[in-house]
């Protein structure tokens, strides 16, 4: 389970191993003799084996164990960025204001280093770097990991992991989103669903532990939490069939602490919100994407879980089926369910809450009140009391329409305020975006589907997506970014569940040359109401960092590091990178300059143009125009052979293809051309059955699709038109 290069871990594992078996026969007698029951753990798990599966029962009818650190006040960044929101409540907001809005004009790159990896078409930046002790900790799409002198970006050590290149069960494009620090060492959650702990001054690594099994479709993307001598991660998956979970593992030797799964299965709390005729929560789905937040006066750790599974075909799965598609609060110390907010009941159209949750407190009606925010898929961000779930702001359960076969559900949660993306298609819509050729059906948010297709807004891929929105205490403004575009449901027969296959039952993908377009928004948390917005004619896809200067930074997919006025909305400031800004912007602070960083290596998803750079900025910057450290000088980073074929064998150029369309494409398009996130089905597309087409496509690209001509050779792109023409283009006949 665990690998530790010192041997001096051994005497600790054996006396903790000692100390846990005395702890296991103590609790054993206890519970025998029933003598000092309130010391027992209130939701142990026991689990029973039957021919078929194991069934984990909770015993109930204890109260949760008191919070760790009543009197813990959680303090907004400053001179450093420790944790991947920034603080425990992920509010993304910093308190230093040397930079404003005013004086922002003199905002310029001070240093920029080039990592030399996650550069390739099939890796994803999207990590927020951390500062601390004078070092920036920042990982790439590749799961490298490196740390920089965060005053003059010099690498100060990298790590590189053994990530398996095999790897089939990964959704969304190879990424991770960030680091962990705390306890003297850096904590990374891999895409093969490991977690790492490293010495934060030397990178040596210090302990690994299994979370789960990749070849069942398990990954981890979401940067890892620590708090109080424990990791926090959730795992990925739920196009899979994974049934999800969030663990607690033990800082200084990495063992599992407490596992709450976010799927609960027969006797469990909330077990009858899936059918008692079938084993569908065991491939319920409910990943956890996100990083999550802490109250530590309360105790309580909370998270967005995600879709469920099946996503798109309801069919087999009758109910509520939670804790998928929710807002969830636990105990922090033993994984205790306290409370939870489910944001789609029976979720058929993957629109499930992948943005990280958001802690705040507020004045409301005269009472400071302790709220919650997220922001949702569905294009509302869903205001909470963090003590109890219930709304801060009203939340109205609707009537939706219905499909029996698809056991939708009669209602459906509707926030007061304003959605930040459109949740309908108009008329005017049809005319100027999908044309007088597009003759197909069209809804709003929950409209079911089953035999006929229909387009929807928003879809998966948002409303909001995973970039992390913030919250400025000074606006009492919540930032949102989101996604504006048109999302075609196809229904398609079920299969039948096999691990490590995506499970999803349906059809669904962008339609074919209609706009996608994002937004800017501030949303007052006293009512739930636009404040202002700005609209891109491109995904907004990025993450917010707002700052007592007054000021929004976002990233563009066109390599841009935008500011905004964080009062008005007005752009005060943009600089132009040589990749896509698809990671969240930092700011901190070093002799008394402060700083601002952002990771530029482009997205999959996206579309936009990959890199390897991270970019810092400050007042007065003087950093001559092309000058780039070479951030991977100290260490032979991401050295990856080229497997060539047997002499004498021949390998057919449709093979090829599979393997560049799989590096290159599956993020967008989806295995084998179909349920890809950006991008269109190929399985029915006319161009897909035109090599000329695909060709001139892959070349010069269209819409979201970016061109490769600059990423792959011409005998690499034709080798994926073959791809795309002779094996995936027939699979829709």
Request: aromatic share 10%.
């Amino acid at each position: 389970m665990m690998r530790r290069h010192e041997s001096s871990v051994w005497p600790k594992i054996i006396i903790s191993s000692c100390i846990a078996f005395l702890v296991l026969v103590g609790l054993i007698f206890i519970g025998i003799t029933g003598d000092d029951e309130e010391e027992i753990n209130p939701y142990a798990v026991l689990k029973v084996k039957d021919e078929e599966k194991p069934v984990e029962v909770k015993l109930e009818g204890k109260e949760t164990q008191s919070p760790a650190n009543p009197n813990e006040k959680v303090e907004y960044a400053s001179t450093e960025w420790a944790f991947h929101g920034g603080d425990y409540y992920n509010r993304r907001y910093s308190i230093l204001n040397q930079i404003t809005a005013e004086n922002i004009g003199d905002l310029k790159p001070t240093w920029v280093t080039s990592l030399g990896s996650g550069a390739e078409d099939k890796y994803s930046g999207e990590a927020t770097p951390l500062v601390v002790d004078g070092m920036m900790f920042i990982t790439t799409g590749a799961n490298d990991i490196f740390a920089l002198d965060a005053k003059t970006g010099e690498q100060i050590w990298a790590y590189t992991p053994d990530i398996p290149q095999e790897m089939d069960t990964v959704c969304c494009g190879w990424t991770t989103r960030g680091v962990a620090v705390g306890d003297g060492k850096v904590y990374a959650g891999l895409l093969d669903a490991r977690l790492i702990a490293l010495d934060q001054k030397t990178g040596e690594l210090l302990w690994e532990t299994k979370v789960a099994e990749w070849e069942e479709g398990y990954t981890v993307t979401s940067a890892p939490l620590y708090y109080n001598g424990k990791v926090y991660t959730g795992v990925s998956g739920g196009e899979y069939g994974i049934r999800g979970r969030v663990m607690a593992y033990d800082s200084d030797l990495g063992f599992e602490v407490w596992r709450f799964y976010t799927i609960p299965g027969p006797g469990d709390v909330d077990g009858d919100t899936w059918p008692s005729d079938n084993d569908a929560w065991l491939t319920g789905g409910g990943p956890v994407w996100n990083t999550p937040a802490v109250d530590p006066e309360l105790g309580y750790i909370y998270f967005a879980t995600g879709n469920t599974a099946p996503d798109l075909d309801g069919s087999n799965r009758e109910g509520d089926n939670l804790y998928a598609n929710s807002v969830v609060a636990v105990n922090a110390e033993n994984g205790d369910y306290v409370w939870h907010f489910q944001e789609v009941h029976h979720d058929i159209w993957d629109m499930d809450p992948t943005n990280p949750v958001i802690l705040y407190d507020v004045e409301m009606d005269g009472k400071m009140r302790k709220g919650l925010g997220q922001a949702g898929k569905t294009g509302w961000v869903y205001l909470l009391d963090r003590t109890d779930g219930t709304p801060l702001v009203g939340i109205e359960e609707k009537p939706v329409p219905q499909e029996e076969r698809q056991k939708t559900a009669a209602t459906q949660p509707f926030p007061v305020g304003d959605s930040f993306v459109p949740q309908t298609i108009t008329e005017e819509d049809i005319a100027n975006d999908l044309g007088p050729e597009f003759t197909g059906e069209v809804g709003s948010i929950f409209t079911p589907f089953w035999d006929v297709p229909i387009t929807l807004k928003p879809g998966p891929f948002g409303g909001a997506n995973w970039p992390p929105s913030a919250y400025n205490p000074d606006t009492e403004y919540y930032y949102v970014l989101g996604n504006d575009h048109y999302m075609s449901f196809e229904r398609n027969e079920l299969t039948e569940f096999s691990e490590g296959d995506a499970y999803l039952g349906s059809i669904f993908g962008p339609v074919l040359n209609s706009p996608t377009r994002g937004t800017v928004t501030a949303i007052d948390v006293k009512t739930n109401k636009i404040a202002w917005q700005q609209k891109w004619d491109a995904l907004a896809y990025s993450g917010v960092l707002t700052t007592a200067g007054n000021l929004v930074f976002v990233g563009h997919n066109d390599g841009r590091l935008i500011a905004f006025d964080a009062k008005t909305g007005d752009q005060v400031w943009e600089y132009m990178m040589d990749a896509g800004a698809n990671a969240p912007s930092i700011t901190y602070e070093i002799d008394g300059e402060q700083y601002i960083s952002i990771y530029a290596a482009g997205n999959a998803l996206a579309g936009s143009k990959h890199g390897d750079k991270v970019y810092t900025f400050k007042l007065g910057g003087t950093l001559p125009e092309g000058k780039v450290i070479d951030g991977s000088a100290k260490s032979k980073v991401n050295e990856l052979t080229e497997e060539k074929a047997t002499e004498g064998e021949t390998v057919s150029s449709a093979a090829v293809g599979l393997e560049i369309f799989n590096n290159s494409c599956i993020a967008c398009h989806g295995d084998q051309g179909a349920n890809g996130h950006n991008g269109p089905n190929l399985q029915n597309s006319k161009i897909a059955e035109s090599k000329e087409d695909v060709l001139e496509r892959i070349t010069n690209g269209k819409s979201t699709m970016p061109s490769f001509k600059d990423t792959l050779t011409p005998e690499e792109m034709e080798a994926v038109a073959d791809y795309v023409v002779t094996v995936i283009s027939p699979q829709g006949k």
